[in-house]
């Protein structure tokens, strides 16, 4: 009973390619969020869904493009994948964005660009 | 500047002691959430333990306990009776509730490692 999924967990491919990382939740919540950690283990909010309308746009390059077919939904896409793009890359949704509501990720994506 | 700060990049404890990982935040918001997680060697991120900005009392959750200095800004994690599974980066995050879309923000993590 996977509460937030994500695929592929490991993503290795070139630079210049296009690539997409799904994420679906069966937790019934309004909000999803794409981060990204880096090799220092920082995490970084990308960008926020609340019922399939974007929230939060961090600055982030307009090669990575997400896609939300519903609320239960939210696709990463990235365009001319570059080597700085490797990182884990997590899916994570809570229900509503009230300062109470934790969020719960998913297990992580890591995408090597070689 | 810094919204999270965890001024431990990397803490030892001796298995069944006990262990505090700092945490301070700045925000002016009056409403706001504050969350610890859990990230061991396979990579998951998993939710610790909640403080509201409004709680009267330190949250805890089994082993885990949080220090809520609201004046100080700061919102120390105890964890008691370290296990060899505890184990892991932990991360501080806060959430303000003012405004809509507000995200988490997170610390840089501090690494806790375990001595048996």
């Known amino acids: 009973d996977t509460a937030v999924s994500q695929t592929p967990k490991y993503l290795v491919t070139q630079m210049g390619n296009d690539k997409s990382i799904k994420c679906e939740q069966n937790l019934g919540h309004d909000t999803m969020y794409w981060y990204k950690q880096d090799s220092k283990k920082f995490l970084k909010i990308m960008f926020s869904y609340n019922n399939k309308e974007l929230i939060i746009n961090e600055t982030v390059p307009n090669r990575f493009s997400p896609k939300s077919p519903d609320k239960a939904h939210l696709n990463l896409h990235i365009n001319s994948l570059e080597l700085g793009d490797s990182a884990v890359y997590f899916c994570?949704?809570?229900?509503?964005?009230?300062?109470?509501?934790?969020?719960?990720f998913g297990p992580g994506t890591r995408l090597t660009v070689l | 500047a810094q919204k999270i700060t965890q001024t431990q990049p990397g803490m030892f404890v001796q298995e069944k002691e006990a262990v505090t990982l700092d945490c301070t935040y700045d925000?002016?918001?009056?409403?706001?959430?504050l969350f610890w997680y859990k990230q061991p060697s396979s990579g998951e991120m998993i939710f610790l333990i909640y403080?509201?900005?409004?709680?009267?009392q330190n949250a805890t959750e089994g082993r885990y306990s949080l220090n809520f200095q609201k004046a100080r800004k700061s919102t120390n994690l105890v964890i008691s009776a370290s296990q060899l599974g505890d184990s892991a980066m932990y991360f501080c995050?806060?959430?303000?509730?003012?405004?809509?879309?507000?995200?988490?923000?997170f610390g840089p993590g501090t690494r806790l490692s375990v001595l048996p």
């Open positions: 925000t002016s918001d009056q409403s706001y959430g």
């Open positions: 995050a806060m959430r303000e509730g003012m405004n809509y879309g507000q995200n988490f923000v």
């Open positions: 403080q509201g900005s409004y709680d009267e």
């Open positions: 994570a949704s809570s229900q509503g964005q009230d300062d109470y509501n934790e969020q719960f």
